[in-house]
């Protein structure tokens, strides 16, 4: 058990790119979030998948936001078109249906967009 | 709306004091209420769970408490040191309608513990 991984941990962009983060869950985790957290708040919900299945989605995720999970296992957070109100740090989380369905946090991916 | 506030924002205390952080939740038809510790540009440790029908739980120095009916929680740390030093952040979980667990956090609280 490696823990929840999060590629890259650090990412710097121009308004207007394209940026692309990743997670890679505990192996045997079902379940798979996505949060974005500002400075000086809490994480908030942006998105769930049991499996490769999308299952809910925030008010907060834009049309500019995408998330999949083609095989059930790593998740990719699209964002098209930064703005500078994206500059957040993005945290993914797993958790698994057989257990106690704790969710354990990836060390997050910080956005700064210029 | 499902909201959860933490007092105080900010905490700093010499070490080996006692202290007490608190969590507030508007909806009290919780899941369960989950503590959990960032430390700067980190992500989030889980340290302690309480299940609705629980009263508290301990673990090492310790302790959380859950008032489910009047939409508080408690974490009571016991002789604090300076590695504990971090943002606490209390997290409230509601299960919906479609199965879903929705966790919903507070803004935390920093907690600095000088030597």
């Known amino acids: 058990d490696t823990g929840v991984s999060q590629n890259p941990r650090h990412k710097i962009t121009k308004r207007g790119q394209n940026v692309t983060f990743r997670c890679d869950p505990i192996?045997?985790?079902?379940?798979l979030y996505w949060y974005r957290q500002t400075l000086g708040q809490g994480p908030e919900f942006l998105t769930y998948?049991?499996?490769?299945?999308?299952?809910?989605k925030s008010r907060l995720l834009s049309d500019r936001f995408s998330a999949e999970r083609p095989k059930g296992s790593f998740s990719t957070l699209e964002i098209q078109r930064t703005e500078q109100g994206d500059s957040a740090m993005y945290l993914c989380?797993?958790?698994?249906?057989?257990?106690?369905?704790?969710?354990?946090f990836g060390p997050g991916t910080r956005l700064t967009v210029l | 709306k499902q909201e959860v506030t933490q007092i105080p924002a900010a905490l700093s205390v010499p070490e080996g004091e006692n202290l007490v952080l608190n969590c507030s939740f508007t909806d009290s038809a919780i899941y369960n209420l989950q503590w959990f510790r960032q430390d700067p540009g980190k992500g989030l440790t889980s340290l302690l769970l309480i299940q609705s029908s629980q009263r508290e739980q301990t673990s090492g120095r310790l302790n959380a408490s859950l008032d489910k009916s009047s939409g508080r929680s408690t974490l009571y740390i016991a002789a604090s040191q300076p590695g504990d030093s971090a943002t606490y952040l209390c997290?409230?979980?509601?299960?919906?309608?479609?199965?879903?667990?929705?966790?919903?956090f507070g803004t935390g609280t920093r907690l600095l513990v000088s030597p």
């Open positions: 989380a797993s958790s698994s249906t057989g257990g106690k369905d704790t969710q354990y």
């Open positions: 192996s045997e985790h079902n379940r």
């Open positions: 997290a409230v979980r509601y299960l919906m309608n479609t199965g879903f667990q929705k966790l919903v």
């Open positions: 998948f049991q499996n490769e299945a999308q299952l809910e």
